[in-house]
């Protein structure tokens, strides 16, 4: 069981951030990612059709045989958290929301959290009703944010055209006295720096700007460890990338996604 790859999905390819950082918490670990590719983006989809998705995906991981299972998408974890719990049985399901949440309380003396994501995350008002069941007092508010992912995938990053996007959606009245913003979505971390350079200069007091791809692999790292499940083989592990469709972009920009170089496969 120890040896199974942990099986770790999204709609594309931003779910490699969460492959980085799961990689630096756990270097041992045998991992296979899906990128559904043909289906993306799930962020303006509804619900019921990104259920119909992500249950195949499972089975696809499942036959694979993976010893758990990380829904590396803010949209899936938001609308599909008990389809994959439903398939995946006694396999253990990480989303990307709950250890987010337990983060950015940890760093909100005031408990004035913000949040970005996609219109279908944002509709869904998971981080709301997540933040609320641990912290009944806490100030939450929540922005869609649908057009950070083409300017990320477009590589407009560090550029006049992503300080104007991140000034329009960050200078929002709701967000003028947070202690954290939550970035709920899995691209989001490739402009972590720019969002938190608008924040400290133009706030009095520190917003953090709270990347959850860390916090999903420290809850990742934490389960497997108490469970007996960690990879203790000393052998080189093996990383298996497959989307549901490929083109020469997806395969250029995994690479800026998961800070190296990858072959992705089509299944
Ligand atoms: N992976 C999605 C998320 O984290 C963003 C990209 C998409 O809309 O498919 O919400």
Redesign the pocket.
Known sequence: MQHLPIGVF???I??LTIVKALNQALPNENILYYGDTAH?????KSPELLRGFVADICDYLLESGVKAIVIA???ASAVTLDVVKAKAGTIPVFDVINPASHYALQVSPMKRIGVI??KT?IQSHVYLRTLLELSPDALVVEKATPLL?PMIEEGWVNSQISLDIIEAYMSDTGFAHLDSLILG???YPLIKEEIQAYFNKSRPRPVEVVDSSVAVAQAVQKHLSESGLLNSSATLPVHQFVVSDLTPNFQATAATFLGREVELKVV
């Open positions: 999204d709609s594309g931003g779910g993306l983006p799930y962020g303006d998408c803010n949209t994501g996609t995350t992912v979505c899995t691209h």
